[in-house]
């Protein structure tokens, strides 16, 4: 489920109706925008299945002018360290200069057939900031097919702070649109601030 749009009040009604412990995600949430005026959010609720438990987790990405905010809430069984159940919920604010990447994968059905304007079956949303970087390698190797020299490692760095998936059967086909215009609101918006001269004397 993923709620999109503008206005404080419009992203407690979408919390409300994701129903996931609506007071706890809101109140982190609104916290963490404090009185800046919101571009554009979404909310997205995801059910995962942990052997013989069912969790639950809730992301919620908001944009206003100057940043960008990231909250998640997972849900916990009682265990060692707590005898009942529990929430947990973080909030992650970054200023829209640091982000480096807006990545939107989508995933096409016919594309021989593929008509402009149609939705993706399948939209992945990747946000990078720097503050989570994968790192891929292998050995590196060079052309002769018979050399045995050691010619150390290659890879590559990938900025992977933040990945949100909505496909258009599991979650239909609103949440689709809605996470391709959030992702756009961003894209726009960060393409803004490095198109911004800097100031100073």
Known sequence: MAKTGTTTQGLRTAIE?????????????????????????????????????????????????????VSHTDEQTADTSSPTPYATTSTESVKLDRISSVVVSRVVSNPESYTPGSLPREVVLTIGWGAVSRIDLEPAACGDPNCEADHGYTGSSTADDLSLRVSEAGDGPDTVRQTLTFAQALSEATAATTAAPATGR
């Open 17 to 69: 109706r994701s129903g996931y412990y609506p007071a706890l995600v809101a109140e982190a949430v609104e916290a963490a925008v404090g009185g800046e005026q919101i571009a554009s959010y979404v909310v997205h609720q995801e059910t995962t299945f942990d052997a013989n438990e069912v969790r639950r987790h809730v992301t919620v990405l908001v944009l206003t002018a100057h940043r960008f905010i």
